[in-house]
């Protein structure tokens, strides 16, 4: 007999993305003053203001209780609690940093984000990809190419027209970020010709 998620009852499907699950931040909850002992807390997930979930956390020495109901498909409702472990790590300046002891069977992983499903655990217990992981060599360029025209302050969109320097911003570090643009551009437009081709 195993413990909590032995067995993997838990696991939706592997090969998913974080995107895709609900989320613990603990570095969000030491921001907000959650993690002061004894403290009760809820914590809720919305989607165009919407509220679609909710938790109930209980904080106490070294760990957090998570409360909270769930079902697969339409079954029944299925009541959950059970403790997180929380682990502190000194900072450099000062202070220390609270992280997240992964509460899957046989894991214990120091993590800062939970993803939920039947329980909340790691990325790693859940088999979970980040977003870029899956991107392709085009779809990369591209979001790259994105990334650099915002930091620009250029329009979004590969296809519109550059801008100019933005005020303040060193020669140098232009001329670096245009060169890496331009690059990026013509990886994303062949690899969109070649995919066109294909179809």
């Known amino acids: 007999m195993g413990g909590l998620g032995s067995g993997r009852y838990w696991h939706y499907g592997a090969n998913d993305i974080t995107d895709n699950y609900r989320t613990l931040d603990v570095r969000r909850w030491q921001r907000d003053g959650f993690l002061n002992q004894n403290r009760s807390f809820g914590w809720q997930w919305s989607s165009n203001g919407e509220k679609i979930a909710s938790i109930k956390a209980r904080t106490e020495t070294d760990q957090v209780i ?3 109901s769930h079902r697969i498909g339409d ?28 509460p899957a069977s046989g894991c214990g992983r120091r993590v800062a984000i939970l993803y939920g499903g039947t329980i909340f655990a790691c990325r790693h217990c859940h088999q979970l990809a980040y977003p870029s992981q ?9 979001r790259r190419v994105d990334n650099i025209r915002k930091r620009l302050g250029w329009e979004p969109g590969m296809f519109n027209d550059d801008g100019l320097k933005p005020k303040g911003m060193h020669w140098r570090t232009f001329e670096r970020l245009t060169a890496e643009h331009d690059y990026l551009e013509e990886v994303s437009i062949g690899k969109l010709a070649k995919w066109l081709r294909l179809l």
Do not use: H, M
Request: glycine share 10%; aromatic share 18%.
């Open 66 to 68: 998570l409360t909270y």
């Open 75 to 102: 079954g029944d409702w299925i009541k959950e609690s059970y403790p997180v472990r929380l682990d502190w790590t000194p900072c450099n300046y000062g202070g220390q940093r609270a992280w997240f002891r992964c």
């Open 134 to 142: 899956r991107e392709s060599i085009g779809d990369r360029a591209t």
